[in-house]
């Protein structure tokens, strides 16, 4: 389990070729994309190599498999969406066939997730376990994604189909997940931390299962414990970003904004993270946060040149929390509202309703939470005060 896993445990759909016009820059200084120089590590080197190879001979779908796998770890660790661009031009001979050769439709499923079109990556996946029933990644990548949807039962029937596949841990660490974003965490908590003592799984599997109670334990109110969870998976992987990004959120949440930006302050490259640096210089008040703010309002201009929605949710939380923009927000929640469903989208859609005073906008949040059964304690105020304000 290498690919579709460190998704899940670690976005509109995007076109095929031909299907866009080319964007031509007005000025030949205009930014298009932020694409980091080629380091010396094992990994970059792999990939350059790769794509010289394939540059002669495209047809050899193996070597075209690894350069797209590798691509998209890339843009994972390097928080880089212009690599997801480059897996897809690795395949680009198989990439629209409706049937493709075994092991591209799981990297395409994965490329769909990750560019957040949910729709096309569970066609993918449905497709890959009917064909291999035992292929545990596409599990994985199918309760995730179901998750995210908000389809919390089918979700659940994903993680259950790996219990005779994979280890205790890795099915612990997707239900308990699942739950999470169902509003159950504090089961999610029990159930994930039972199986992780009994386990004895790799660092990897142990840092996905740290990450995962950390963001149980948030959810649930518990923040002293949440915290020590986050300290103890950064320390087996500083470059997990996503769990960087959610351990930000919890000292900003606290009001801790200076050990908020000390977190995220090296890790910039990453467009989740560069947002929390925003959101704690502006809390501050320090001198760096024009700067911070400038550099994020750029990262937002380059995905829309791109034509894609990846920083939807981060530009939400930006008009309503920086640039105060109440209406803006509410906007922009509501189109996020329109593919997902998790805690955070939940979050911003009641929060960007209050603040724009027009708390009926709320409606779909509060009829999905009454759905779900959620009792996290923070999503169930909101809730609440909501409701106050509804007639």
């Known amino acids: ?180 974003l169902a509003g159950h965490s504090r089961k999610a908590h029990a159930l994930l931390s039972e199986a992780l003592r009994r386990s004895e799984r790799s660092q990897e599997s142990r840092t996905r299962a740290l990450a995962t109670l950390a963001e149980a334990a948030a959810l649930a109110g518990d923040a002293g414990l949440a915290e020590r969870y986050f300290l103890r998976a950064l320390s087996l992987d500083s470059k997990d970003y996503a769990a960087r990004a959610a351990y930000a959120d919890l000292l900003l949440d606290a009001g801790r904004a200076r050990e908020a930006a000390v977190v995220v302050m090296d890790h910039t490259q990453d467009d989740r993270l560069l947002l929390r640096h925003a959101l704690a210089e502006n809390a501050l008040g320090s001198s760096r946060a024009s700067e911070v703010t400038q550099a994020l309002s750029r990262r937002f201009e380059e995905s829309r040149l791109r034509g894609d929605s990846l920083l939807a949710r981060e530009e939400a939380r930006f008009a309503l929390q920086v640039e105060k923009a109440p209406e803006k927000a509410l906007r922009l929640a509501q189109a996020v509202w329109a593919s997902q469903r998790e805690p955070w989208d939940v979050r911003l859609l009641i929060e960007a309703a209050l603040a724009a005073g027009r708390p009926e906008a709320a409606r779909p949040a509060l009829d999905f939470l009454q759905a779900s059964g959620c009792e996290d304690p923070g999503l169930v105020f909101l809730a609440e005060r909501v409701r106050s304000l509804l007639p």
């Not at 970059?44 to 350069?67: S, V």
């Not at 079109?117 to 994604?145: C, I, M, Q, S």
């Not at 919390?152 to 997707?174: D, G, I, K, P, Q």
């Open 1 to 180: 389990m290498v690919l579709a896993t460190a998704w899940v445990l670690g976005c509109g759909r995007s076109p095929s070729f031909g299907e866009r016009e080319p964007f031509i820059p007005r000025d030949a200084a205009e930014v298009l994309a932020r694409v980091p120089a080629v380091g010396v590590d094992a990994r970059a080197r792999e990939r350059a190599a790769l794509r010289k190879a394939l540059a002669g001979h495209a047809g050899q779908l193996d070597m075209a498999l690894r350069l797209a796998r590798l691509e998209i770890e890339a843009s994972r660790v390097l928080g880089e969406p212009r690599y997801l661009g480059r897996a897809q031009a690795a395949l680009r001979p198989w990439w629209d066939l409706a049937t493709p050769p075994p092991g591209v439709r799981l990297v395409r499923a994965t490329f769909h997730h990750a560019r957040r079109d949910f729709p096309a990556a569970l066609e993918d996946l449905d497709a890959v376990v009917k064909e291999d029933p035992g292929n545990v990644d596409a599990w994985l990548l199918r309760a995730e994604v179901l998750g995210i949807r908000g389809e919390h039962a089918e979700a659940a029937r994903s993680c259950e189909r790996l219990t005779a596949l994979t280890s205790s841990l890795t099915v612990a660490v997707c239900e308990a997940r699942v739950r999470s």
